[in-house]
Nanobody, 123 residues
């Protein structure tokens, strides 16, 4: 059974940092790209980053470049999203997803999804 489990969300003040984790199981980690997405209230889900554990390539949405960093730990089948300099507009439910296209920030390209973790940034 494929499982993606996010953790690490919470409440933080603007300018602060959080690190999200996505623990994956039930599939061959190296065969999939792992994406981070987020959905704010009343808005569509948007791609944040996409990482390929096989070649180490990572792509970011323009809105988070320079502030968010994605890292993969192949030994633990875990992907991290380090979020620095957080802004109130980063408030959203954050999801990780596994799919077949490294670099894609389109949700339709991802096959498996976690349950999400809430990130709230206060001003």
């Amino acid at each position: 059974e494929v499982q993606l489990v996010e953790s690490g969300g919470g409440l933080v003040q603007a300018g602060g940092s959080l690190r999200l984790s996505c623990a994956a199981s039930g599939f061959i980690f190296d065969d999939y790209a792992i994406g981070w997405f987020r959905q704010a209230p009343g808005k569509e889900r948007e791609g944040v980053s996409s990482a390929s554990s096989s070649d180490g390539s990572i792509y970011y949405a323009d809105s988070v470049k320079g502030r968010f960093t994605t890292a993969t730990d192949n030994a633990k089948n875990t992907v991290y999203l380090q979020m620095n300099s957080l802004k109130p507009e980063d408030t959203a439910v954050y999801y990780c997803a596994a799919g077949g296209v490294a670099g894609s920030l389109y949700e339709y390209e991802y096959d498996y999804w976690g349950q999400g973790t809430q990130v709230t940034v206060s001003s």
